[in-house]
């Protein structure tokens, strides 16, 4: 019997990769950089499966060259704003993610983003390697303090409920808005019913909700002049929540007291947005997720969504499962 044969977009971590090969006839994109959008489309032709990570697009065109056989999509990540699910849902082609196996390491970025920023850590390592540290000073480069302070949390899954846990550790009090998240008192996090409201009480906010046409530019002028001027602002989520261009005015005039992100908008982000030329906003290369284990667990459950829908088998995480209705 001939394997199935499959397109995986990018080398994943061994883990999924010797899965995916053990399975199938895998052609592997072995570029650093995603394949181009001509090739994806030249590859994908005549495929069985398609693994492919949150750097690819994939919309009608490329499930139109894929053809009829392409039985399943599996994305090496939680987030599918990459895909246009509904067409493939519109081709009975289920769509797999990865949760919950990187929530940890993402509310642990999202954690050490927030205290960066809180304590100015990047930006007292530039002041020491421009040479600037001269004196211990009892008013250099003073921070914000976290604990007894609110965090307003954007979104309630399960990556901002992890956030909320590593809070309780500084005795923070955590709010949060998320109208589909029930409460949780065993993490003594409180349902604000208002956004606005959870706006003006957090001393820090941070994003935690998906890109969707409801979420895009969520945070723009309106939402950062809700704000508390000494707030700070943490966004591991998409770069496309937030409007960058507001997000540079509310910092460059201080309304806000800093920024740290994990996600930009493109990405890479160029080297020419004006975000990089403020001391009060962090920027990291969407990292978050970007520990061994998570990696690991990452490919391993890509692979396996992809090889149970190879298998006409319902995939462990899909984010379409209408697709089997229609069966
Ligand atoms: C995801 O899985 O959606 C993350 O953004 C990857 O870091």
Not at 129 to 137: D, H, I, L, P, S
Not at 221 to 249: C, H, W
Not at 286 to 299: P, Q, W
């Amino acid at each position: 019997m001939p394997k199935p044969k499959v397109f995986v977009t990018r080398i994943i971590r061994d883990k999924g990769l010797d899965l995916v090969k053990e399975f199938c006839e895998a052609e592997i994109w072995l570029g650093d950089l995603p394949p181009s959008r001509e090739i994806l489309i030249e590859k994908v032709r005549g495929m069985d499966g398609l693994l492919c990570l949150l750097t690819d697009r994939i919309d009608a065109a490329v499930l139109d060259a894929a053809g009829l056989g392409l039985k399943v999509v599996s994305n090496h990540a939680v987030g599918f704003d990459n895909i246009i699910v509904a067409e493939a849902t519109a081709r009975g082609i289920p769509v797999g993610n990865t949760p919950g196996i990187l929530t940890d390491a993402t509310a642990d970025f999202a954690f050490a983003l927030l205290m960066a920023a809180a304590r100015r850590v990047t930006e007292a390592e530039r002041y020491l390697r421009a040479g600037k540290w001269q004196t211990w000073g009892p008013s250099t480069l003073l921070g914000v303090d976290m604990v007894g302070k609110t965090l307003g949390l954007v979104g309630f899954g399960r990556i901002g409920r992890a956030v909320a846990k590593r809070a309780s550790g500084f005795d923070m009090r955590v709010i949060f808005f998320d109208p589909s998240s029930p409460a949780a008192p065993e993490l003594n996090a409180s349902p604000f019913a208002s956004l606005d409201e959870l706006l003006r009480e957090s001393d820090f906010v941070s994003l935690h909700t998906p890109l969707t046409a409801e979420t895009r530019h969520m945070v723009n002028a309106d939402f950062l002049s809700k704000m508390k001027p000494t707030a700070i602002l943490v966004n591991t989520s998409r770069g496309g929540v937030l409007d960058q261009d507001a997000l540079y005015e509310a910092l460059k005039a201080n309304r806000i007291f800093g920024a740290a992100l994990d996600v930009t908008d493109p990405e890479p982000l160029p080297l020419d947005c004006p975000l990089l030329t403020l001391e009060n906003c962090i920027i990291a290369p969407h990292i978050a997720s970007a520990s061994t284990y998570s990696r690991d667990m990452m490919a391993l459950l890509a692979a396996q969504n992809l090889i149970a829908g190879l298998k006409g088998e319902r995939l462990p995480h899909c984010v379409n499962p209408e697709v089997y209705k229609a069966r």
